[in-house]
């Protein structure tokens, strides 16, 4: 079955701090991939994305994130963490065929400590 | 830039009442989704439309749930009769359908609807 993982529920780290967040994905074939991050009550705001070729990708807000396929990981970095940086972060894939419907993973939050 | 828009933002029902949900998509986009995310959990698929039919819908999307694009702007979300358990908050998305580039999805602000 398609599946997504994020192995860690909450990470705490203080500003200034690297970040990496986990993600691990369950798929028939390479998907697309794509990190997401949602403030308190707000939407889903695009950070980055892997479609094919360079499988280093830069996003917005200083991210990174790194497509390795014999790991099926597309792990999220961030040297420096900001203080609102804070937030829920998802981790999702959609198959290159058919619907495209996007599936999550469960998310990791992030907290800042100053 | 464009961007996909839903209302109202904030939806209170009475578990058992009928709620529509709405959004308008990117203009020039062909793919649209409905996806919920019950408050802690993850963003779960419902629902795809395309070419005025849907395309696929997960097993959450039962018979109390419909979508309709009554117009040529208009993406809506029916849920029949409310049950407690809708509580969430609900996203539109829209994709394009040109040249590879309908993988991407732009998704709405969300609906919070909350069922008493």
């Known amino acids: 079955a398609q599946s997504v993982t994020q192995p860690d529920i909450h990470i705490t780290v203080s500003e200034g701090a690297s970040l990496e967040l986990r993600c691990n994905y369950s798929y028939g074939a390479t998907p697309y991939l794509f990190w997401y991050v949602q403030s308190p009550g707000q939407g889903l705001q695009l950070l980055l994305k892997?479609?094919?070729?360079?499988?280093l990708v830069q996003g917005i807000k200083g991210f990174e994130a790194e497509f390795k396929r014999s790991q099926s990981s597309f792990n999220l970095r961030k040297p420096s963490v900001h203080w609102s940086d804070a937030a829920e972060y998802f981790c999702?894939?959609?198959?290159?065929?058919?619907?495209?419907?996007?599936?999550f993973g469960t998310g990791t939050r992030l907290k800042v400590l100053a | 830039e464009p961007e996909v828009t839903q209302t109202p933002s904030h939806q209170v029902t009475q578990m058992g009442q009928e709620v529509i949900l709405r959004c308008v998509p990117i203009?020039?986009?062909?793919?649209f989704y409905w996806y919920r995310q019950i408050l802690g959990q993850k963003v779960e698929f419902l629902v795809s439309f395309y070419n005025n039919e849907i395309s696929e819908k997960s097993e959450i999307f039962d018979d109390q749930f419909s979508v309709e694009r009554p117009d040529g702007s208009n993406f809506t979300l029916k849920i029949r009769s409310t049950k407690l358990e809708d509580s969430a908050m609900y996203f539109c998305?829209?994709?394009?359908?040109?040249?590879?580039?309908?993988?991407?999805?732009?998704f709405g602000p969300g609906t919070r609807l909350t069922v008493t």
């Open positions: 999702a894939v959609c198959g290159t065929s058919g619907t495209y419907k996007y599936i």
């Open positions: 998305a829209s994709s394009d359908w040109t040249s590879g580039a309908s993988y991407e999805q732009y």
């Open positions: 203009s020039n986009h062909l793919y």
């Open positions: 892997y479609f094919s070729g360079d499988t």
